[in-house]
């Protein structure tokens, strides 16, 4: 389970005195808890890694984006913290398909759903992100369906 390579990765930080690492490990596991509790009166609760997956996605796409702020704003020291974190976000991510393999996985789902335009855009998207969902970024997906649809 992803949760447990977390776990053990916050107890190897801590012996190794790596403070950075450290703090951005403890800052997973408290969005982990924080997403616990807020399933705590959900009727139907996702698979631990899947909910895991999902966290950490939405971590990863934070950092990006303010990084990209940061780096358009001049301050180059904040945007190398959050550099620091986002690796460590993207070590307990599954492997993250390539641009090739999305697009023939694209091509796939919309020759099975029969999609023909922009119209049906949602559709293909959900069907991407029930079946790959984990291993996809799904902003750079979701451009990847637009441009396929539109073509």
């Known amino acids: 389970m992803i949760r447990d390579s977390i776990k053990a990765a916050q107890v190897a930080a801590m012996k190794a005195g790596d403070k950075p690492r450290l703090a951005a490990v403890r800052l ?14 959900a009727s139907t609760v996702p698979d631990d890694d899947v909910l895991t997956v999902d966290v950490l996605q ?5 950092r990006r984006e303010s990084i990209t702020l940061y780096v358009d704003g001049g301050r180059q020291e904040l945007a190398d913290v959050e550099q620091a974190e986002l690796t460590v976000i993207e070590e307990f991510l599954p492997a993250q398909l390539g641009d090739d393999e999305v697009k023939s996985l694209i091509a796939g789902i919309i020759a099975e759903t029969a999609a023909a335009g922009m119209k049906d855009m949602g559709k293909v998207v959900a069907a991407l992100k029930a079946k790959h969902g984990s291993q996809l970024d799904m ?6 369906v637009k441009a396929a649809l539109s073509a």
């Open 28 to 41: 997973i596991l408290a969005k982990l808890k924080d997403k616990d509790i807020e399933l705590r009166t």
């Open 139 to 144: 902003s750079k997906a979701s451009g990847l």
């Open 58 to 62: 939405k971590m990863a796409k934070q």
